[in-house]
């Protein structure tokens, strides 16, 4: 099993910026690629970015393409989502999810792993 746990998120002005963690633990040796979704009230969760397990490949959703950078830490098997530009249509509760398959796109991802959650609240 792998467990995830994220942290960041919070209430940002439009505008502004956030920063998301997620920490992985457990056998994370079985895992090929980690992401984040989102889920919006009355919405279905979508996918928004991907990253290969080496951090070498990752694809963004358009919707936050050139305003969200994903990065990972592989020496502390760590996920971060730098948000930058936020709208309020970002506003979201935000998954870290991790995956033992791969996807070249993000709607074609399915993560077997998920951390909590956390709210992201951008106000306009």
């Known amino acids: 099993q792998v467990q995830l746990a994220e942290s960041g998120g919070g209430l940002v002005q439009a505008g502004g910026s956030l920063r998301l963690s997620c920490e992985a633990t457990g056998r994370t040796f079985t895992l090929s690629s980690m992401g984040w979704f989102r889920q919006a009230p009355g919405k279905e969760r979508e996918c928004v970015v991907v990253i290969s397990w080496s951090g070498g490949t990752t694809f963004y959703a358009d919707a936050v393409k050139g305003r969200f950078t994903i990065s990972k830490d592989n020496a502390k098997n760590t996920l971060s989502l730098q948000m930058k530009s936020l709208k309020a249509e970002d506003t979201a509760v935000y998954y870290c999810?991790?995956?033992?398959?791969?996807?070249?796109?993000?709607?074609?991802?399915?993560?077997?792993?998920w951390g909590q959650g956390t709210q992201v609240t951008v106000s306009s």
């Open positions: 999810a991790a995956g033992t398959g791969w996807a070249t796109h993000v709607a074609a991802y399915e993560a077997d792993y």
